[in-house]
Nanobody, 131 residues
Framework: VQLVESGGGLVQAGGSLRLSCAAS????????IAWFRQVPGKEREREGI??????????SYADSVKGRFTISRENGQNTVYLQMNNLKPEDTAVYYC???????????????????????RGQGTQVTVTA
């Protein structure tokens, strides 16, 4: 089982990045996928920023990224994307994806649960935004 993130990097404020989360080894179509970010040294401040449902593709976003970030999924490719536009220095963090068997949960509920536990989680990719 693997979740592998890619696409992180260094970008100036106002720029864009697209992160990818490639899944393998489990039933991707049955799992909600969420993106989280965490600042090194602030492990208690894990922020769920976006989640996409496995049932209907509905989404949920944190207020801090709403209107700037877009989450999408390609079930045929077992991949979830996070398009990040108008990046700000405060978006600097390690971004990682996580998966949870969705059942009857909606995207917001799934993301809330995944703050504390998930079925699978990737290792993360660093995003650094300079002023």
């Amino acid at each position: 089982v693997q979740l592998v993130e890619s696409g992180g990097g260094l970008v100036q404020a106002g720029g864009s990045l697209r992160l990818s989360c490639a899944a393998s080894g489990f039933s991707f179509d049955d799992h909600a996928i969420a993106w989280f970010r965490q600042v090194p040294g602030k492990e208690r401040e894990r922020e769920g920023i976006a989640c996409i449902s496995s049932r209907d593709g509905s989404t949920s976003y944190a207020d801090s990224v709403k209107g700037r970030f877009t989450i999408s999924r390609e079930n045929g490719q077992n991949t979830v994307y996070l398009q990040m536009n108008n990046l700000k220095p405060e978006d600097t963090a390690v971004y990682y994806c996580a998966a949870l068997s969705q059942g009857v949960l909606d995207a917001a509920e799934a993301m809330g649960i995944m703050r504390f536990r998930s079925d699978y989680r990737g290792q993360g990719t660093q995003v650094t935004v300079t002023a």
